[in-house]
């Protein structure tokens, strides 16, 4: 069962992104930066923690789950650090998660053929 739970509401985040790229003339990119913003604003109000309680990796795994974590670090930076917390918080809570991207990227970039696009 939390493999459908899973399913459905990761489905209908990217059901929501897809909607958004049809139905308006919002670039990928912003659509993108809207859904790890939403995560934020979800996370910072309380609203992100019940549904990824629900849902799993089907909420925490989605783009929007990047900004929750951001904000979850920035709300613990800031009650153990103070203000410095704010600007710390969120990127430590992420390191793993950016480093590997970082990572994998340079993985992908040597492993490719680079090369101008024509």
């Known amino acids: 069962m ?45 609203l992100y923690a019940p549904l990824a309680d629900f849902a799993g990796a089907g909420a925490s795994v989605p783009i929007c789950g990047f900004g929750n974590l951001m904000s979850q670090g920035v709300k613990q930076a800031l009650a153990e650090e103070g203000a410095l917390g ?5 990127l430590k809570s992420a390191a793993g998660g950016i480093s590997a991207a970082v990572f994998f990227a340079l993985i992908a970039a040597l492993c490719s053929k680079p090369g101008d696009k024509l």
């Open 86 to 90: 704010i600007f710390t918080g969120g």
């Open 2 to 46: 939390d493999y459908i739970k899973a399913f459905v509401v990761g489905g209908l985040i990217c059901l929501v992104g897809q909607i958004l790229i049809d139905k308006t003339k919002l670039t990928p990119a912003r659509i993108l930066t809207g859904f790890v913003v939403a995560g934020v604003i979800f996370g910072a109000v309380g």
